[in-house]
């Protein structure tokens, strides 16, 4: 219930903050938060589009870029989600569970790759 009512209002002042010139620097931050709050009610799809969004208009923010990178990391995206934990942490030293969440993607494409290698040697 928290987090509707957080998204009903972060959705009004992502539309308030887009309408004015002075409060528009906010609109990553608000984007960022919004995500936040369609995450925590499970819609990670609509939130991963209000972090990319965040974070082309910001691509210096770290936070949402190592939010985008967790967000793909629990859609299975593995490969995205090591780019933008990366990303973050050349930003700005990540969190230990960031950390922790990269290394665990990077070692998910590891393997990735390497059944692809074998299932080339085999022929399938």
């Given at each position: 219930k928290l987090a509707t009512e957080a998204f009903e209002v972060l959705d009004a002042l992502v539309a308030d903050v887009q309408k004015d010139?002075?409060?528009i620097r906010l609109l990553p931050d608000v984007l960022l938060a919004r995500g936040a709050s369609l995450a925590m009610q499970g819609s990670v799809r609509e939130a991963v589009t209000d972090m990319r969004r965040s974070v082309s208009?910001?691509?210096d923010h770290a936070v949402a870029a190592q939010s985008l990178g967790m967000l793909l990391a629990t859609l299975g995206?593995?490969?995205r989600a090591?780019?933008?934990l990366s990303h973050a942490d050349r930003l700005?030293?990540?969190h230990a569970g960031a950390r922790r969440l990269r290394r665990r993607a990077l070692r998910e494409l590891?393997?990735?790759r390497f059944r692809r290698f074998l299932r080339r040697l085999v022929g399938g």
């Open positions: 010139a002075e409060l208009l910001a691509p995206r593995p490969w090591a780019a933008w700005g030293p990540g590891a393997g990735l």
